[in-house]
């Protein structure tokens, strides 16, 4: 059964496609007047339309014009009646006029109006409505699969640009710390053999006890060690951080690799560390690890690591807005806490937990996450970018599962589970 709008301007044409449709079980509207009818399709976003072209009280080529016009809406209905199959009621000697025109309408019927040609007219915009249904989805698809080629030569871009620049850096904090071993060794037997200096020159003269005096020796050589101690400190920082980039991104090139689940998530953790501390609104977020003593598993080890880091960044997020949307006084008493968990789940599966506090989401998310991905909805935004792209690197690409749970003032877990080994 299909919705139909009949704009139709004589009462013998009216009453014919409204008995003749009414008979074959479509759901029929008629109406008389061409401002009334597009008011009407609006309303209804009917499968079909059939416009009377020999009618001086309707301006079809205006009505049709506008019907198609509403594809540029952003609406859903609007996008239903563009697709509407417009069909025109005219004469073989109006019809020759009508082309030179180029109204967009999509199929025209003759009058006085045959039964099984009027049918096979209801038949052919069902199919008509049909196909351009798929042919959307197809488009909607290949977007889709289009945006998800950009962003993985985007992130292996990234990766690329990540590692060179680690390594340009580690090269010369690598200089600087080896050397500071060598520095920290010097000065500490310069010290000594000042020391023995103050011990042998009982009476030093005016000028040497100005200038101990001046640049106060005793608070100097107390001070120094500790400075290249924390200058060892900073580089080691350095060095870290600059290991744990080279290792998030590391190329996929070689396809499955043997990877340390744990030690991703270290690295993870370190590379967001700056977002953990207080801020305006906000306490400390506490990284609680519970870390199983997991087997290593194989798999695209930089797309895990993108993966890692985007739930992280999702649970940050959250905590963020949560402690805004409290009062002041709350926020203050507010504790954020993300909670890291892994476990072998049997075996050929690990799974990693990431579960936070935050009291701003609601609702069960999976549905939303997937849904960009497996074509369920192709038009609609995902719910986070980040967590649609976990998703399909958990799911799509290494075949694991990927659930996300929430209770309303209660906080997020997004469980994933990932095999093994690569079958």
């Known amino acids: 059964m299909a919705k139909i709008l009949a704009i139709i301007g004589d009462t013998v044409t009216f009453q014919v496609v409204q008995e003749l449709l009414s008979q074959e079980g479509h759901q029929v509207r008629v109406v008389s007047d061409d401002k009334e009818g597009l008011d009407l399709a609006r309303e ?99 977007q889709l699969s289009r945006d998800r080629i950009l962003q993985s030569e985007k992130m292996s871009s990234l990766g690329e640009l990540v590692s060179g620049i680690a390594h340009e850096i580690n090269n010369p904090i690598t200089f600087i710390y080896s050397n500071l071993t060598h520095v920290q060794s010097y000065a500490t037997d310069l010290i000594e053999l000042l020391r023995l200096y103050q011990k042998e020159l009982v009476d030093p003269g005016a000028e040497i006890l100005q200038k101990q005096q001046d640049m106060d020796v005793e608070f100097v050589l107390d001070d120094l060690l500790k400075i290249v101690s924390s200058m060892r400190t900073g580089s080691d920082r350095i060095r870290q951080i600059i290991l744990s980039l080279q290792d998030f991104s590391r190329s996929d090139r070689s396809g499955w690799q043997l990877f340390d689940v744990s030690d991703g998530l270290e690295n993870t953790l370190l590379l967001l560390q700056h977002r953990l501390p207080a801020r305006e609104g906000r306490r400390d977020i ?66 990693i937990e990431v579960a936070d506090n935050d009291i701003a989401h609601s609702k069960d998310t999976t549905a939303e996450i997937s849904e960009p991905f497996l074509g369920a909805k192709p ?14 690197i958990i799911v799509e690409q290494h075949k694991g599962e990927f659930k996300c749970f929430s209770e309303p003032g209660k906080g997020t877990k997004i469980q994933i589970e990932i095999p093994l080994r690569h079958s």
């Open 44 to 142: 209804l976003s009917p499968h079909a339309i059939i416009c009377d072209g020999t009618s001086p009280q309707i301006n079809f080529l205006e009505v049709c014009r506008l019907v198609k016009a509403d594809s540029l809406g952003d609406s859903f209905a609007s996008r239903e009646l563009a697709r509407a199959y417009f069909i025109l009621l005219t004469t073989p000697e109006q019809f020759d006029e009508i082309q030179e025109l180029d109204a967009p309408f999509d199929d025209f019927l003759f009058k006085p109006i045959v039964k099984q040609e009027l049918l096979a007219r209801v038949r052919a915009s069902k199919q008509s409505r049909e196909l351009r249904a798929q042919l959307a989805l197809t488009q909607q698809e290949l």
């Open 286 to 351: 506490k990284v609680m690890k519970e870390f199983g003593n997991l087997p290593q598993i194989e798999c695209y080890a930089g797309l895990l690591n993108q993966a890692f880091l985007n739930i992280i960044n999702h649970a940050i997020d959250a905590l963020e807005e949560s402690a805004q949307e409290l009062e002041e006084l709350e926020s203050i008493k507010f504790k954020p806490v993300i909670l890291i968990t892994t476990q072998v789940v049997d075996a050929q599966r690990i799974s």
């Open 379 to 392: 038009a609609e935004p995902p719910i986070s970018s980040g967590l649609a792209l976990s998703y399909r």
